[in-house]
C-alpha cells in the first residue's frame, strides 16, 4: 500500500489549486508574484484564511506524505470517533513504526487527543464515544471483544496532560503498575523495579532521598517525571503523551524532553503537543490533524521545512492554530 | 479630553453608590447572623438555666441501723429472704429516730415522704455491697423526694415553692438545714439509672443505651449500603432514563417526612415480618431508612468530588475498574463519606417521631443490654418526661436535652474536624 501511496500527495495537493482564492491565500507569503501579491496586509488575509479552513477541510479526503511504515508498532486504518451524533475523528490511517517518537499537531480540538486516546482505549471511559476502524499493535486487533484493556493498558502506558500522580508516596506511585499486575515476586524485586523506572526517568537522584514522602509534594516537572516512571514502571511497548510538558515552564520541558529522546531507545513514543518547537525537537515523524482529519505525515524535518500541504504550512506557519 | 473627566466623574459617583450597597450587604449579613446567634444563646440559656438543677439532686442525712430483725432476714445470700425483706423499714426508723415527737398517722406519712420511695432499696444495695454493715448504725446521705428536693432547690435559690409541701414538712427541711444534714450533691442517678415515675430517682442510662443500641445498628447497616449504593450509582451504573429515576427518588427519600418512615416501618418489619416492638433492632432498621438517603447522597457527592485526572492515572496504568474504585476512588472519597455518614447519624439521634410510631415511646424501666431488649432513646426520653406532670420533670427534661444537645455537636464537631484532617488537596 504504501508505494502506491507516494503519488497521492501530487494528487491531493493539486485538488485545492481549483480554488483561486483558497490558493491564494495559502501562497501569499511563498509566492509573492502570484497575483495576489497584491493582498499584504493581515485584514485582507485573514477571511481568506477562514476561506482555506472550512473549504479546504469539507473537500479534503486524502492524508499526505508518508503515513505508513515497514516496520510498524501499530496500526490504524480508517479509524472514525464518534462522540455520540458528533463525528471527532474522520477516517484516519497511520502507522507509528517501532521505536519511533511520533508527535501528533494541530489546532485545539482537531482531535489528535481523542486519537491518541484510541490507542490505549482510554476512551471506553466516555459515555457515548464510539470507535471505528481496525487498530492493531503488533497484528493483534486491539478492539477485539476478547482482548482485555488491562492488559492493553499494561502495554501501552499513558502520561496525561495535567500530572496526575497518585495522593499516596512517591515509592507508592512507582510500585503501583507492577503491584496489580503482579510484576514483583518480592519486595527486592519491587524496589529493584522502583529505582530502575526512576532511574529511567531522570528522577532517582532527586528523590531517592524522599521515596516514602508524598508524590504531590514534588514539582510539577518531577511530578510529571514522576508519572512517566510509574508509566514505565510496568515496562510498556508503547508511551502515550498527551501534551506532557503544557503545564509545565521551560526548564522542567526541556527535561522532559530529553527524556523523550532517551526514552525512544527502548519504547515507541505517540506524543500530541501544542508546541511545535518541541515536535520538531523531539520527534521522528510529525502527523498534522485538522478538524478531525489526519491531512499530513512526513518526516518532522520535512514538515517544518517544507510541509506537503498548505494547511499544515499555514498552521506551522502560525496563521491559524 | 472632557469626555473622559466626565467618565470619571461618573465612575466615581456609581462607585460611592456601589461601596454604599455592598456596606449594606455585609451589615443585612452582619444581622442574620447575629439573629441565628441570639437564638441558639437564648436556647442555650434557657436549657442550661432550667436543667443545670438536675445534675445535683438533694440528699438528707440520717442514721441507719441495719437492724436484722427489722428486716427479717436471717441470710443475705438467699434471694428470696432479699425479696421478701422489709427494706422500707430503715427509712422509716431512721427517720422516727430522728424526728422522735412525730405522731399520728398523717404526719409520719408526711414524715416518710421526706426520703424517696426508693431510700430503702438504696439501702439494700448498700448492705449486699457490704454484708458486715448488718446489725450496725451508720450516718448516711440518702436521697430525697423530688417535692423535697425541688422546694429546697428552690428555696436555696431565694423563691421557694412549698405548694407541694405540708407546713409541717417545710418545718423539718429547715431543722436539717440547720443541723446541716440535708444538702446538695452530684445526681449520679441521672446518669446510672433507668427511666422512672420518681422524679428523683429517673436517669437517661436506659434512654442513652438505647440510643446507642439502635445508632449502632443504624451505621452498621445504613454505611456500607450507602456507600456501595453511591459508588455503584456513581461509578458503575450506565447513565440512563434508570439512574435518573434513581436519582430523583433518592432526593424525594431525603425529603419524606420521618414519621412516614415510622409508618412503614409499623407496617413492614412489625405487621409483616413479626419484628418485636419497642426493640433496638426495628428502631436501627427504621432510622436505617431516615438515613440511607442522607448517606447516599453525600457518599456521591464526596465520590464526584475525587478528581478525574486521578481515575485515568489508575485506569492507564492498567488498573482495572474496581481496583481504581477500591484503591483510588474510595479511599480520597472516604473522609466525606465518613462526614455524611456522622450527620446522617446526628440526625438519626435525634430523631422521634419515627420511633413513637413503632413502640419505642414505651415507659421503660430496665436498662437495655441487647438489641432485642424493649429500649428508648433519648429524644422520646425527653418527649416523655415533658409530658409527665410533675414539677421536678422539668429540670429532668433540660438536662436530658443538655446530653442530647452534648453528643450532637460532640458528633457534628468530630464530623468537621474529620474533614479537616483527612481532606486532601490536589
Known sequence: MSPAD????????????????????????????????????????????????????????????????DNAKMTMRNINVYYGDKQAIYDVSIDIAKNEVMAMIGPSGCGKSTFLRTLNRMNDTVEGCRVEGDICMDGENLYAPKLDVVELRARVGMVFQKPNPFPKSIYENVAYGPKIHGLADSRVDLDEIVENSLRKASLWEEVKERLHQPGTGLSGGQQQRLCIARAIAVSPEVILMDEPCSALDPIATAKIEELIEELSENFTIAIVTHSMQQAARVSHRTAYFHLGKLIEVNPTEQVFTMPQHQLTEAYITGRFG | ????????????????????????????G???????????AVLFIDIIGKGHGAFQATYINLNVSYDQELLGIENLSDP??????????????????????VSGRRDKRRLYGLLSNGAGFDLKDRLLANPQLLNTTESIWLLADDDIDTYYKSWLDGEAYAARLSDKQVVWIDQLHEQGLIHLQLNSNLFTRGDSREPEQAGIRGAVMGSLLTLVLTLMLSFPIGVSAAIYLEEFAPKNK????????INNLAAV???????LGLAIFINFFHVPRSVPIVGGLVLTLMTLPTIIITSR???????????????????????????HVLPLALPGMLTGAIIGMAQALGETAPLLMIGMVAFIVDIPGSFTDPATVLPVQIFLWADSPERAFIEKTSAAIMVLLTFLIIMNTSAVWLRKRLERRW
Open chain 1, 6 to 69: 507516494t503519488a497521492k500527495p501530487a494528487k491531493a495537493a493539486s485538488k485545492p489549486a481549483a480554488k483561486p482564492a483558497v490558493k491564494a491565500a495559502s501562497k501569499a507569503k511563498s509566492k509573492p508574484k502570484a497575483k495576489t501579491a497584491a493582498i499584504k496586509t493581515r485584514k485582507a488575509v485573514a477571511p481568506k484564511i477562514k476561506a482555506a479552513q472550512n473549504l479546504d477541510i469539507a473537500d479534503h479526503q486524502e492524508t499526505v506524505g508518508k503515513s505508513f511504515s
Open chain 2, 1 to 28: 479630553m472632557n469626555k473622559s473627566v466626565d467618565n470619571l466623574s461618573k465612575i466615581k459617583r456609581s462607585l460611592t453608590r456601589r461601596n454604599r450597597a455592598e456596606a449594606r450587604f455585609q451589615w443585612y
Open chain 2, 30 to 40: 452582619r444581622v442574620a447572623i447575629f439573629i441565628g446567634l441570639a437564638a441558639v
Open chain 2, 80 to 101: 428470696e429472704q432479699l425479696v421478701m425483706g422489709n427494706w422500707d423499714a430503715l427509712p422509716k426508723l431512721a427517720l422516727r429516730e430522728k424526728f422522735t415527737d
Open chain 2, 242 to 249: 434508570w439512574t435518573d429515576f434513581i436519582e430523583v427518588n
Open chain 2, 257 to 263: 417526612p420521618s414519621i412516614i418512615f415510622g409508618l
Open chain 2, 301 to 327: 457527592a464526596a465520590v464526584k468530588s475525587v478528581p478525574p485526572s486521578i481515575r485515568e492515572a489508575a485506569l492507564g496504568m492498567g488498573a482495572s475498574k474496581f481496583q481504581m474504585v477500591l484503591h
